[in-house]
């Protein structure tokens, strides 16, 4: 590359006559450049970005007290839905907005009770029928986005249901929210471990026999 340089610079100078300066040696570099550029065909190739997918697994999607509800009245359709309320908001019959969408916002919105415990979801039943903590209008679901209020309405259906129908309602909000378990998760009752037999083949000592004080004697 030396030697090409002072050649050039030779004849620069024989027909330019004047000297290779600077600029001379910066318009071979350039020209190397883009020779080894475009005769040997390199380019950079964009890489595709790698895009990132947002679809959830089926068993991470939230479910709403409108879409359990939902799952109870197929398991349950002889429970009033009570669904003919007028939204506040848009003047419209709102009918997701059921007796048990309802009880459920109660139970897990207002109350703050955990939703895998049937004591709790009695204990929610319970408010309902009178027996346990008082419920106000004020705060029971629809109150402000229902042009009327279904506390009163609610609590009755609540109190219509009989005892079998209740504790069948427990039953199924709990396997609903609470997911059933694998079987490798299952505790299984391992067998008794048997104790191993005893070195000690002592056998019990007897009491002496009447008279056997005798025996010893000369």
């Known amino acids: 590359m030396t030697r090409l340089l002072k050649n050039f610079s030779r004849w620069y100078r024989l027909f ?3 000297s290779f300066n600077v600029f001379g040696y910066g318009a071979i570099a350039l020209i190397t450049f883009f020779g080894v550029h475009f005769v040997h065909g ?3 190739i964009e890489q595709p970005s790698a895009s ?3 679809n959830a697994p089926a ?3 939230r479910f709403t007290p409108e879409t359990i509800a939902q799952q109870i009245y197929e398991q349950m359709p002889e429970i009033p839905k009570n669904n003919q309320y007028i939204s506040s908001n848009t003047g419209e019959v709102m009918p997701q907005h059921t007796l048990i969408s309802r009880f459920i916002r109660y139970h897990e919105y207002i109350k703050s009770r955990p939703v895998v415990f049937r004591l709790d979801w009695k204990l929610t039943l319970a408010d309902y029928l009178g027996y346990n903590e008082t419920m106000t209008q004020e705060r029971y679901p ?5 042009t009327e209020n279904p506390f009163t309405e609610d609590r009755e259906l609540i109190k219509s249901l009989t005892r079998n129908q209740r504790n069948q309602l427990v039953d199924l909000l709990v396997s609903v929210y609470q997911p059933p378990t694998s079987p490798s998760e299952e505790i299984t009752d391992s067998p008794p471990i048997e104790n191993p ?3 000690n083949n002592n056998t019990p000592s007897t009491l002496p ?3 056997g004080a005798n025996l010893l004697m000369p």
């Open 142 to 146: 629809g109150f402000s986005t229902l």
């Open 197 to 199: 037999p005893s070195d």
């Open 209 to 211: 026999r009447r008279g």
């Open 52 to 54: 990132l997918s947002w």
């Open 59 to 61: 068993f991470a999607q």
């Open 42 to 44: 390199e380019k950079i």
């Open 16 to 18: 330019c006559g004047t």
